[in-house]
């Protein structure tokens, strides 16, 4: 498997000289440039499906511009704050809002992309974060409410880093790929997640037995709106914990030990284990770190109220933030600041798109969210690809006192 | 004791001390035990099971004295759970239990098990050849629609076949792509296709079909009956469907291709050491690009035996893989990569999944546990509790030219 991602910082190149720093800097410069052209391009090509399938370039056009409205970024042509009386500002706190998961679910891939790890299993620690999280909303209720919202959310946290550490403590022992035993434990989460809300499960809401959805969080253990009045499903302070939360995978990763351990380790465990770090301990690190991440943002997600503080059989298959954090991840770099802004493009998509086209009147609305999906597909494919870009690149300047003809063949292929 | 032992030195004999032959006849005999108390044999005392179980038991613990301590211990845990569901159903009444085991709960264990299998064996062939295949999932979703689509608007499941299988192929061919020329991470290419396919299916079921089940109608995969095999027989394998018989007929013959032919030798080098094969000549690109695309087209099959088969009754449903390509691949990883065992594990993931269905009616809390089964079994697996599975050696790497 080719490196995923993590780029040498522009401080480590820095030190090996003036044309490695220059290189660095380029190579800085590519790495914005490509996530964009990316984008660019898998728009173009759903715009391309959307005009050959209505047959008519102006609908495409039309459809776009309705999932722009969507998504509330028109909210800056008329900036308010009032969130009943403008559309806009209410499509833009719920944009918000899914960018809060996304965040997070994105930090998530992240963070186990910088331990040299694929996470794919962000979708089953979101689903632990959501069920722990409701379980303890519902229960306890008789809490101060801030050590009730902290309690639950600490505990979908670490109950998700466990799950996470479950496939981390697999691969350290006996190097079970993290790819297969993560997409398993998802399987299983979501099992998990039917057989208890399902007809007679443990977390079953206690007053309809037919319907197969929790019990409602406990109004103490919800997370106040700070944007739109309360209980207007309106943008709630998680969108703050999710910064926060950027924060923290940046200093953990640039500023401890810690995030040495595990960047060395995702450069080259071999170099790593020579040089006195403890391979194994870290896999099992990174891995709960990054359900932690998934977790956080299952128990916001339900404490915040975007299923209206229920949780249930129907919903789980339908939830794929988990599989989208891949996505923003890889769109962002596995960097901090690229997570953010990758939260915030599918954020805006996923809403976008959803409820943009709701009115139907340019195209089926169904087609819409579809329409997501191609567009994520396209996306991974490209920046997947466009990691080879950054390999080749990086091998070149390993390899630049030999002719390079095979790689600069291969690096102008995907663009 | 010289003469004791020269008695066992024919190679017969010397087979059966084999600790591995004693652990899986270990095995065998504990499920053997459970199988004892239900039909159609239906044994109504404890006692049978017990002793099989304790026999199994027993091999186990001798197996592990020789040094096979996984197997051994999975020959003892399957005694004991043979026991233990022996007795439970013995306990449970003759009723239920004729209505829960019965022919039919093989017919549709099979009937379950064929998605599974065209989709572990299309694996095996992308990940022997060195590429792994995240995207069976997505790939089992575009034959699912395009099989629909071809039968609806060809008029007949013939044509249906051929789109799925093309469109399978195509989207491998995108893949392989990626995954082999372009270099990228193979994770993330198979990533990128399961995305594509829920949104092109999707697009297009809405785009063509209005969201609406395909109209009623449509060609669907027959069934081939096999007449005057008897009332039990008949109801079990009597009436399967072709593309279930198909199946049988693939692992045979992939195993042959993949095992026996200087082809599937081959295929195996690139798998194992591209750079060896490439130096005795074999074109590892090409190679690749074959497995790849055979293994789209193969798992497109079986994704159209959900649409089209006779549980799906020539409808598609947003999404209807629901993980199957996933299991697809657990299965693969839980056979060894191999032919015979991505069948046994199939057989097992799709006996799982029948005998939820079939519960479904008296605890659908049970059948949701069994439902997990299958990833459960192959966690276990992966962590090497029974038997180590072991990836062919460049799996997933990507080969560069020298």
Redo the contacts between chains.
């Keep these: 498997?080719?490196d995923?991602g993590p780029t040498p910082s522009p401080e480590q190149s820095a030190e090996t000289g003036t044309l490695a720093a220059r290189l660095a800097l380029k190579q800085r410069a590519g790495g914005i440039i490509v996530p964009i052209v990316t984008v660019l391009f898998a728009f173009v090509m759903s715009f391309i499906?959307l005009a050959a399938?209505q047959r008519s370039f102006h609908t495409a056009l039309l459809a776009f511009k309705e999932i722009f409205e969507g998504t509330g970024l028109n909210w800056i042509f008329h900036p308010t704050t009032n969130l009943i009386t403008s559309i806009a500002a209410y499509n833009l706190s719920q944009t918000l809002l899914e960018t809060t998961t996304l965040i997070l679910t994105g930090l998530a891939v992240a963070f186990a992309f910088r331990c040299g790890m694929?996470n794919?299993g962000g979708q089953g620690q979101y689903l632990v974060g959501l069920i722990i999280a409701n379980w303890v909303g519902v229960d306890f209720a008789g809490l101060n409410s801030f050590v009730h919202i902290l309690l639950a959310i600490s505990a979908g946290t670490l109950a998700a880093a466990a799950w996470a550490g479950i496939a981390g403590v697999?691969k350290a022992t006996?190097g079970?790929?993290e790819?297969?035993?993560t997409?398993?434990?998802n399987?299983?989460a979501?099992?998990?997640g039917?057989?208890l809300f399902?007809?007679?499960?443990p977390l079953q809401n206690s007053t309809d037995a037919s319907n197969p959805v929790s019990n409602q969080v406990s109004p103490g253990a919800r997370l106040p709106d700070f944007w739109g009045p309360q209980g207007f499903q309106g943008l709630h302070i998680g969108i703050f914990i999710a910064l926060a939360a950027l924060v923290v995978f940046w200093a953990l990763l640039n500023r401890t030990t810690l995030g040495y351990e595990v960047r060395a380790v995702g450069f080259n465990p071999d170099a790593a284990a020579y040089g006195g770090i403890n391979v194994k301990k870290n896999f099992i690190r990174a891995m709960a770190i990054s359900g932690a991440f998934a977790g956080l943002a299952g128990a916001l997600d339900m404490l915040g109220g975007t299923t209206n503080y229920q949780f249930g059989q129907l919903d789980i298959?339908f939830s794929q933030v988990g599989?989208l954090g891949?996505?923003v991840a890889?769109l962002g770099r596995n960097t901090a600041v690229g997570t953010l802004f990758g939260a915030l493009l599918f954020g805006a998509l996923l809403y976008g798109t959803n409820h943009g086209l709701g009115s139907g009147s340019v195209i089926?609305p169904?087609?819409a969210?579809?329409?997501?999906?191609?567009?994520?597909?396209?996306?991974?494919?490209f920046?997947?690809?466009?990691?080879?870009i950054l390999?080749v690149w990086n091998s070149r300047k390993r390899l630049r006192r030999k002719p390079p003809a095979?790689s600069t063949k291969?690096a102008q292929?995907?663009a | 004791m010289s003469t004791w032992a020269a008695r066992l030195d024919n190679p017969v004999s010397a087979r059966l001390r084999d600790p591995a032959v004693s652990g899986f006849l270990g095995i065998f005999l504990g499920a053997f035990a459970a199988f004892l108390a239900i039909p159609p044999i239906e044994a109504r005392t404890v006692t049978w099971p017990i002793l099989v179980g304790i026999v199994a038991a027993v091999l186990g613990v001798w197996t592990v004295t020789r040094g096979r301590r996984r197997l051994g211990w999975g020959a003892v845990a399957a005694g004991v759970i043979g026991i233990a569901l022996g007795i439970a159903a013995t306990r449970s009444s003759t009723g239920n239990l004729d209505a829960v085991f019965d022919a039919t709960l093989i017919a549709q264990t099979l009937g379950l098990t064929t998605p599974l299998l065209f989709g572990a064996i299309a694996g095996i062939f992308s990940e022997r050849s060195g590429v792994?295949n995240?995207g069976l999932e997505g790939m089992m979703l575009m034959g699912a629609f395009w099989g629909v689509y071809g039968a609806d608007r060809g008029g007949t499941w013939v044509v249906g076949l051929l789109v799925a299988a093309g469109v399978g192929g195509l989207l491998a061919l995108v893949y392989a792509f990626?995954a082999i020329?372009?270099?990228?991470?193979?994770?993330?290419?198979g990533?990128?296709?399961?995305?594509?396919?829920?949104?092109?299916t999707?697009?297009?079921f809405?785009?063509l079909y209005?969201?609406a089940p395909v109209p009623s109608g449509v060609s669907l995969l027959p069934n081939v009956h096999i007449p005057g095999i008897g009332h039990f027989l008949g109801a079990a394998i009597g009436d399967l469907n072709i593309l279930t018989w198909a199946g049988f007929a693939l692992v045979i013959v992939s195993y042959v291709v993949l095992f026996k032919t200087p082809i599937g030798l081959r295929i195996r080098a690139c798998g194992e050491h591209p750079r060896a094969a490439d130096t005795v000549g074999i074109n590892v690109y090409a190679i690749r690009y074959g497995c790849v695309v055979l293994s789209g087209i193969l798992v497109a099959l079986g994704g159209m035996y959900l649409s089209e088969g006779p549980e799906g009754n020539g409808s598609f449903i947003f999404?209807m893989t629901?993980?199957r390509g996933?299991i697809a691949?657990?299965a693969m990883?839980f056979g060894n990569w191999r032919p015979a065992g991505a069948f046994g594990a199939a057989l097992l993931f799709g006996f799982s999944d029948a005998l939820a269905l079939k519960l479904q009616v008296y605890s659908?809390?049970a059948a949701?546990?069994f439902?997990?089964l299958p990833?459960?079994l192959?966690?276990i697996a992966?962590?090497?509790v029974i038997g180590?599975t072991v990836?062919p050696a460049a799996d997933?790497?990507?080969y560069?030219?020298q």
């Design positions: 498997m080719s995923p499906v399938t694929f794919i697999l006996v079970a790929h790819v297969i035993t997409i398993m434990l399987w299983i979501f099992w998990f039917e057989w399902g007809a007679g499960g298959p599989f891949i996505a890889l089926q169904e087609l969210g579809n329409l997501t999906y191609i567009i994520q597909g396209l996306v991974v494919l920046v997947g690809a466009d990691i080879l390999y095979k291969a292929a995907p | 792994v995240i990626f020329h372009l270099r990228s991470d193979q994770i993330v290419g990533t990128a296709v399961n995305f594509l396919a829920v949104g092109i999707g697009y297009f809405v785009q209005n969201n999404n629901n993980g996933f691949l657990a990883i659908p809390q949701t546990m439902r997990s990833y459960v192959t966690l992966v962590a090497g180590r990836a997933g790497k990507p560069a030219k």
